[in-house]
């Protein structure tokens, strides 16, 4: 065997050794965010049929019940109905002053009343001693109660003993302290009252014009006040512009200074997110990633899994909307796999990189070789302690 032949059966072997991570990593992933592919939307269609035809059979027979319980409750009420004639009718005019045509009418309503209130009777002697169909008269609504927020919480029941107990061991005297406490209020006549001035002054509280802030804009507030405290927003405009100017920018900065979570979002208001790129960083550990993506997604404003999300082994919490990606060095590895050119991404940070794990430094040896073919490509190296002066020659 030649040595092209070899080669050839070993860049084969690569290629369904890869093929087959990569199907293995997507039947193990948990899809967080909801798809909107074309699968998606034939599901939709498919229980908006069902529905519609489970709403055509039901809307019949919702109406048969309606009518019935209204028949109940008209005839109740024309009983109620006939029963106030008869009497006015007997108030009004007695026996002897009515015709015979009159009278007969007369009869015939007393009949009617009897046959009515009879035929009640007759229902009620029906369920004596025999077994009967149970009516639907229960409101399911009103036996509904709301879930107490305390009794998520643990330990409530122990709690609630341990109150309901506490509470019966004390005496409760409300009529003695009645008796004791002062008079509250005393009588005031209109003789006692009086006026010190017949003009009334204007107050000198001003009233302010604006409406109080809902909870929502008092957070979002809050957010903006804390992002313009952070170290880093008074380098926004000067950052992004050395961004512009240079394709490898090494960021070294203190913990808390908002290189991981603010420099993103300027990033993305910049305009690096055009044309459906996506601007990825990357965490040393996958509970970084997830609490940072979450709290970026709060600052922005928007749902985890749409414009911001993050991506660990295991877990996928993205969607067609993100563009702002979160994910841990082993997540890069494998879209290496699937995109090599990284197409899809105009930007890519590399956080906590003085941490100096395997994978972090397999990714340098990785995005130095893409960046060379990639001028579109914007690097981005950040840390909290690091020597900038060798990651700049190792970068060219």
Not at 95 to 123: G, I, N, Q, S, V
Not at 186 to 196: A, E, R, T
Not at 298 to 316: C, H, M, Q, T
Request: aromatic share 8%; glycine share 4%; net charge negative.
């Amino acid at each position: 065997m030649s040595d092209s032949d070899s080669s050839e059966e070993d860049r084969k072997a690569r290629d369904e050794f890869a093929a087959r991570l990569r199907k293995k990593d997507k039947e193990k992933t948990r899809n967080i965010a909801t798809s909107s592919d074309r699968k998606a939307f034939e599901e939709a269609a498919k229980r908006l049929k069902l529905e519609v035809e489970n709403q055509e059979k039901l809307i019949p027979r919702l109406r048969i019940e309606s009518r019935r319980k209204y028949l109940e409750k008209r005839k109740d009420d024309k009983v109620q109905e006939l029963e106030a004639d008869i009497l006015d009718d007997e108030y009004l005019f007695q026996e002897d002053e009515l015709t015979e045509r009159e009278r007969k009418e007369r009869a015939h309503k007393r009949k009617l009343l009897e046959l009515a209130k009879e035929h009640e009777k007759a229902r009620e002697l029906e369920r004596v001693q025999r077994y009967h169909m149970p009516r639907d008269v229960k409101d399911s609504i009103k036996d509904y109660e709301e879930v107490d927020e305390r009794e998520k919480k643990p330990n409530y029941e122990q709690k609630k003993w341990e109150e309901e107990q506490m509470s019966s061991a004390v005496f409760h005297f409300g009529a003695k302290q009645r008796e004791q406490q002062d008079v509250e209020y005393d009588l005031v006549l209109d003789s006692q009252i009086d006026f010190i001035q017949a003009l009334s002054m204007p107050g000198t509280k001003e009233r302010p014009d604006e409406r109080p802030m809902t909870e929502a804009q008092k957070k979002r507030m809050t957010i903006e006040e804390t992002q313009k405290s952070l170290p880093v927003y008074k380098f926004k405009d000067d950052l992004i512009q050395a961004i512009k100017d240079h394709q490898v920018l090494i960021i070294e900065g203190e913990t808390g200074s908002g290189k991981t979570t603010q420099i993103p979002q300027y990033l993305w208001q910049a305009g690096f997110t055009k044309d459906g790129k996506k601007i990825g960083c990357t965490q040393p550990r996958r509970v970084a990633a997830m609490s940072v993506a979450a709290r970026v997604a709060e600052e922005a404003g928007v749902k985890l899994g749409n414009e911001v999300g993050y991506s660990i082994r295991f877990e996928d919490c993205t969607s067609e909307r993100t563009v702002l990606k979160y994910m841990t060095d082993g997540t890069l590895h494998r879209e290496f796999l699937s995109e090599p050119d990284l197409q899809t991404y105009s930007v890519m940070i590399i956080d906590e990189a003085h941490e100096r794990t395997l994978h972090t430094d397999i990714l340098f040896g990785l995005v130095k070789d893409i960046a060379r073919f990639r001028p579109d490509l914007k690097l981005l190296i950040s840390s909290a302690t690091l020597d900038a002066e060798k990651f700049s020659s190792f970068f060219d």
